[in-house]
């Protein structure tokens, strides 16, 4: 499988993006996906995770109510809209397909810049 994230760029405080994740080369109906971002001179974290059907997600505390995971399996593509952007969401938004031991797959990322 292989992973294209793409809609990062430029935005305000207060604004928002939504963030895609094209899966290719075989179905990815099968895998848990997960967004997790980096900034800058820090750890790589967690963002959000949905399972196969989309029945749970899962986000961290600070993306609660203003991000939102999602997946249209017919397309091979996972979503995160994020609204209410804040200067702290600045980073490299990377989409990871998880097995059911590990990460299988990661995509290349896509930089999210957000001014103050």
């Known amino acids: 499988v292989q992973l294209q994230a793409s809609g990062g760029g430029l935005v305000q405080t207060g604004g928002s993006l939504r963030l895609s994740c094209a899966a290719s080369?075989?179905?990815?109906?099968?895998?848990?996906m997960d967004w997790f971002r980096q900034a800058p001179g820090k750890e790589r974290e967690f963002v959000a995770s949905?399972?196969?059907?989309?029945?749970?997600?899962d986000y961290t505390e600070s993306a609660k109510g203003r991000f939102t995971i999602s997946r249209d399996n017919a397309k091979n593509t996972v979503y995160l809209r994020m609204n209410d952007l804040k200067p702290e969401d600045t980073a490299v938004y990377l989409c990871?397909?998880?097995?059911?031991?590990?990460?299988?797959?990661w995509g290349q990322g896509t930089l999210v810049t957000v001014s103050s």
């Open positions: 949905i399972t196969w059907n989309g029945d749970i997600t």
């Open positions: 080369g075989r179905t990815f109906s099968g895998y848990r």
């Open positions: 990871a397909a998880r097995g059911i031991f590990r990460y299988e797959y």
